[in-house]
C-alpha cells in the first residue's frame, strides 16, 4: 500500500509532461523523461488524398543537460520524419533533418510553419478539424514522450491567431 | 538541377524593409530567371506578355485541357507546388481563399489556380481533391514533364527535384503567387513574407 502511494506520489508531476499521456506510458521512463516537456502542439487538416501532413509543437528542456529528439512515430501515418523548411531567395526547400533536432539544456524549440516541422508521411486517414493525432517523441535523452496533437484548420498558422507578424 | 544548403540568414536591422527590398529583389530575381527562359526559345504565339506568363497547356482535374484561354477576361494568382508539400503550398493557399473572401463581390472575379508540379505523386483527380480543402474555388492544374517544364519556364518558376533517403523524393519550388491581370499580363507576385494586408494591396490592384 505504501509502495503504491510512493510510486503515485512519483508518477504525478510526470503527468504533466506530455499532452494527454496515459500515465502508465511514462512509468519505464519516470525517471528520463522528467526534463522534456511539450506544449503548444498540433497537426494541420488535410486534404483526402493527401499523403503527408504537418505537425508542429514547442519543446522544452528542464534539464540541465542538452538533449535531442532523434525519431517520431504515430499509429495515424505510415512514417514521421522531422523536417526543416528554408526559404532561399523565394524558394521553399525542404530537407529532412536526419541528425534530429537538438534541444538546449534549460531551454525550448518551436517547431512551428515556416521552420522545423514533424512531417507526418502516408497518412492513415485525412486529418479533420476536430480529429487528435497521437505521436510518439523519441528522445536521445529522455527517452519517449507521447503526445496527442490537436486537428486544426488548414489555414492555421499556429497560436491564437492566423497572423503571427509582430510588427 | 542545383541543389544548395539551405541557408539562413539572420535578423537584419532593417527589418522594416526588409519585405519590400527583398520582395524587390525577388521580383528582380525572378524577371532575370523570365528573361534567361525566353532568351533564344521561341515566344508563345497566343500571348506575348511584358513578363512571365504565356501560353500553357495543362491537365484539370477532371482530366480535360485547360489552357491560358480558360482563364481569358479574368484576373488569376497562379501557385506552383505539390500536394505532399505540408507547409507553404498549404499556407499560401489558404491565404489567397482567406483575401478572396476579404475582396467582396470583386473577389469571385478572381480566378486561383494551383499548378502542381508533382507529375510523379500527383494525379488530376488528387490535385482536385486538394484544392476543396480551402473552402473556396480553386483550379488544380498539372501537366507532363514537359508540359510543366514549358509553363515553368514561361512564369521564371524554380522546381527541383530533390531525393529523399530510403528513395522518395521532394520537390524545390518558388514559393511566390503570380498576380495576372485580366489580358495575362503579369501584375506583381506575394511572396511567402507577405503580410496579409500587404498581399490585399495587391489582390486589389489586381481585381479594381
Known sequence: MTRRILLAAACLPLATL?????????????????????????????????????????????SYQPDRLIGAASPNAAAVQLHTMTMDGGI???????????IPANGSVELKPG????????????????????LSLRFAKAGRVDVTLPVRPVGAMGGMDMNHDHH | MTITDPNHTGPSPLKRWRG?????????????AWYEGQTGSTRPAAALPAGPGGAFALTASDGTTFTERNLAGRPFAIYFGFTRCP????????????????????????????????????????????????????????????????????????????PQPGGDYTIDHTAATYLMDANGQFSNLITHDDTDEAALVKLRQLVS
Open chain 1, 92 to 102: 521553399m526547400r525542404m530537407r529532412q533533418l536526419v541528425d534530429g533536432i537538438p
Open chain 1, 18 to 62: 506530455a499532452i494527454a499521456a496515459p500515465a502508465h506510458d511514462y512509468a519505464p521512463h519516470r525517471h528520463s523523461t522528467k526534463a522534456i516537456a511539450i506544449s503548444d502542439g498540433w497537426a494541420r487538416e488535410t486534404a483526402p488524398g493527401q499523403v503527408n501532413g504537418g505537425g508542429f509543437l514547442t519543446i522544452t528542456n528542464a
Open chain 2, 20 to 32: 519590400p527590398l527583398w520582395g524587390l529583389a525577388m521580383a528582380a530575381a525572378l524577371g532575370m
Open chain 1, 115 to 134: 521552420g522545423m516541422h514533424i512531417m507526418f508521411m502516408g497518412v492513415r486517414a485525412p486529418f479533420r478539424p476536430g480529429g487528435q493525432i497521437k
Open chain 2, 87 to 162: 507547409e507553404v503550398c498549404p499556407t499560401s493557399l489558404a491565404k489567397l481563399a482567406r483575401l478572396r473572401a476579404k475582396l467582396g463581390s470583386d473577389g469571385a472575379r478572381l480566378a486561383i489556380v494551383f499548378v502542381s508540379v508533382d507529375p510523379g505523386h500527383d494525379k488530376p483527380a488528387d490535385i482536385g481533391r486538394y484544392v476543396t480543402l480551402f473552402g473556396t474555388p480553386i483550379i488544380g492544374l498539372t501537366g507532363s514533364e514537359t508540359q510543366l517544364a514549358q509553363i515553368t519556364k514561361a512564369y521564371g518558376v524554380y522546381v527541383a527535384k530533390v
